[in-house]
């Protein structure tokens, strides 16, 4: 992946000024508009433009708990304002980061990070549907063509009885991107009771005030 144009690798506090980076849809979105001032009008063209902020969530799931806080997540978002695309692993494109201002990855957390072929095939031999072993977001991370305007969350979902071990799949993900160039936020869990779940109680409703905030965080930073 080309590295030459990557920035350099920003921490996960150096949030930046996101402006630069927002593509020019959005700058339309903070631009005032004339006639917007408490118009009919104005308010249709801020909804409409509010709606040209393009997210996806791309998730990898064995046993669809991943799957679930995909849902909350765009539900969340959603409701901060932005249009969200939820696409699983094994369908996502290798233009993703090219074509949305927003990507949200997922994926379940497998032997201290992200998932492999092997771990998967133990996933199916545990009762997982054998169509989503073929590809995880390792794999399609490896293919991804590189847009590093875009802004990138990373959530994870993983058992609770290993939550004080050190692995995580969203850290994972996040290492390989910033390694790219990625300014990619702090990155979150969320919790099963077991290998096929289910999810905490509180973790659904959890991840849709993560992804809210980061909706209106995104929107902030594009203001200011
Ligand atoms: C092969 C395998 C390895 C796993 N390794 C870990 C691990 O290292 N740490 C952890 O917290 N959970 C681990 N788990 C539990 C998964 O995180 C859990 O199955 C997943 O969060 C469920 O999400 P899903 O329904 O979307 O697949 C493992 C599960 C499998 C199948």
């Not at 144009?5 to 996101?18: N, V, Y």
């Not at 001032?37 to 308010?43: F, I, L, M, V």
């Not at 990898?60 to 909350?72: D, L």
């Not at 969203?170 to 702090?186: F, I």
């Amino acid at each position: 992946m080309s590295s030459a144009s990557a920035r350099p690798a920003t921490t996960a506090s150096d949030q930046g000024p996101l402006v630069g980076d927002v593509c020019h849809c959005l700058r339309a979105y903070v631009r005032p508009q004339r006639g917007a001032n408490g118009t009919a009008q104005g308010a249709r063209r801020r909804r409409k433009d509010v709606n040209k902020m393009r997210a996806a969530v791309v998730y990898e799931s064995m046993f669809g708990n991943t799957a679930t806080i995909a849902t909350s997540v765009a539900n969340g978002l959603r409701s901060a304002g932005v249009h969200v695309r939820v696409i699983p692993v094994t369908a996502a494109g290798d233009d993703v980061l090219r074509t949305h201002d927003l990507v949200v990855i997922g994926a379940p957390t497998h032997a201290l990070g992200l998932s492999r072929p092997s771990t998967r095939a133990d996933a199916v031999l545990r009762g997982a549907p054998a169509e989503v072993e073929a590809r995880g977001v390792r794999e399609w991370l490896e293919d991804l063509q590189d847009a590093h305007s875009v802004r990138i969350a990373v959530f994870d979902t993983r058992a609770r009885a290993m939550r004080h071990l050190p692995g995580s799949a969203a850290r994972h993900v996040a290492h390989l991107l910033r390694r790219r160039g990625y300014d990619v936020a702090p990155s979150t869990s969320f919790y099963v009771g077991g290998t096929e779940g289910p999810l905490g109680r509180h973790e659904e409703a959890r991840a849709g005030d993560w992804a809210t905030d980061l909706g209106h965080q995104m929107m902030r930073q594009v203001v200011v």
